[in-house]
């Protein structure tokens, strides 16, 4: 009888490590998501690192494909409301404090892109490094994914992104430097797919609506 529940137990056991979904299937499953992620929009705090003590940020982050974005600050009360946006060329940043606006025409390859999720994908595609881990977090499983950042800056080297297992949603990102040490932490809430985003969103008059 003893030998029969073994048995059993051990065919259970094999079958259940048989339909365990590998961390390739999962980082198809979620490639085959963001693809189909044509903007977003989130709240994300943004810890940088680097200086005699971390700087931290809350911000509000909204994206449009393939390379429009907002970021807009929420906290620090002595940064509130600065705001940049960005329309694939150039960039306004509005300051409310002074009410004043400027206009970045050449703002390629900014530090700000680095912190989201839609570049990250974006250097996911024209990279040949794509490393995979997991890790369990407050009884959450996430797919961590690392891939390099173009450039060749040694200040801005990887970038690591954790989703989450189940939801496919961003929990955080990493940007590493060449060392492997966290530059940048930013940590995602209120993460929503392909809301509407109109074009205009992303004028220069946008920047005082």
């Known amino acids: 009888m003893k030998r029969i529940a073994l048995l059993l137990l051990l065919s259970i056991l094999f079958l259940n490590a048989c339909g365990k979904i590998t961390d390739e299937q999962i980082f198809y499953k979620i490639q085959k998501k963001y693809n189909k992620m044509e903007s977003y929009s989130c709240f994300a705090k943004i810890i940088i690192n680097g200086g005699k003590e971390p700087k ?3 911000v509000k982050q ?3 494909r393939p390379n429009k974005y907002i970021i807009q600050i929420i906290e620090p009360e002595e940064s509130k409301g600065i705001t940049t946006v960005y329309n694939g060329e150039q960039a306004w940043i509005y300051h409310p404090q002074i ?3 400027i206009l970045i025409r050449d703002y390629k390859d900014s530090p700000d892109e680095n912190m989201f999720v839609g570049y990250f994908l974006r250097n996911l595609i024209t990279t040949e490094m794509v490393k ?3 890790e369990r977090i407050e009884d959450n499983d996430y797919l961590i994914i690392t891939t390099m950042i ?3 800056n040694k200040y801005r080297m990887y970038q690591k992104l954790w989703v989450d297992k189940k939801t496919y949603l961003p929990y955080k990102l990493y940007i590493l430097d060449k060392d492997e040490k966290i530059a940048v932490e930013i940590y995602y809430s209120k993460f929503l797919y392909n809301i509407d985003i109109k074009d205009e969103k992303f004028e220069v008059y946008a920047l005082k609506n």
């Open 56 to 58: 931290e940020y809350k």
């Open 62 to 64: 909204i994206f449009k």
């Open 99 to 101: 009410d004043q606006s």
């Open 132 to 134: 995979l881990e997991s």
């Open 150 to 152: 173009p450039g060749n």
